[in-house]
């Protein structure tokens, strides 16, 4: 089992910057690809990033590319998505999920562990 928790969301105007990070523990961290999804209101939920166990290979959604950075501690158990130039469309609650290390994409269903989630909303 790995546990996840999210923090750092938040309320912030548009074109604004938030740091969201994800705090593991359970099995080994370094063991697991990492990704961030976010699911807005009455929409399913969407791939944001994801980050390989070494980190060294990054993947984005088209519409986060150049705005978003994913990275992670393995020594501190942590994944971060730095968000910048934020847009009223990236209001949604920001999950963090664990996949094995053989994968590393945007299909929920690879993935097997899931935080509770943080809410980003993004004004005008």
């Known amino acids: 089992q790995v546990q996840l928790v999210e923090s750092g969301g938040g309320l912030v105007q548009a074109g604004g910057s938030l740091r969201l990070s994800c705090a593991a523990s359970?099995?080994?961290?370094?063991?697991?690809?990492m990704g961030w999804f976010r699911q807005a209101p009455g929409k399913e939920r969407e791939f944001v990033a994801a980050?390989?166990?070494?980190?060294?290979?990054?993947l984005y959604a088209d519409s986060e590319k150049g705005r978003f950075t994913i990275s992670r501690d393995n020594a501190k158990n942590t994944v971060s998505l730095q968000m910048n130039s934020l847009k009223l469309e990236d209001t949604a609650d920001y999950y963090c999920?664990?996949?094995?290390?053989?994968?590393?994409?945007?299909?929920?269903?690879?993935?097997?562990?899931w935080g509770q989630g943080t809410q980003v909303t993004v004004s005008s």
């Open positions: 999920a664990a996949a094995p290390n053989y994968y590393i994409g945007g299909s929920r269903a690879k993935y097997d562990y």
């Open positions: 980050i390989s166990w070494s980190g060294v290979s990054r």
């Open positions: 359970g099995r080994t961290f370094s063991n697991y690809n």
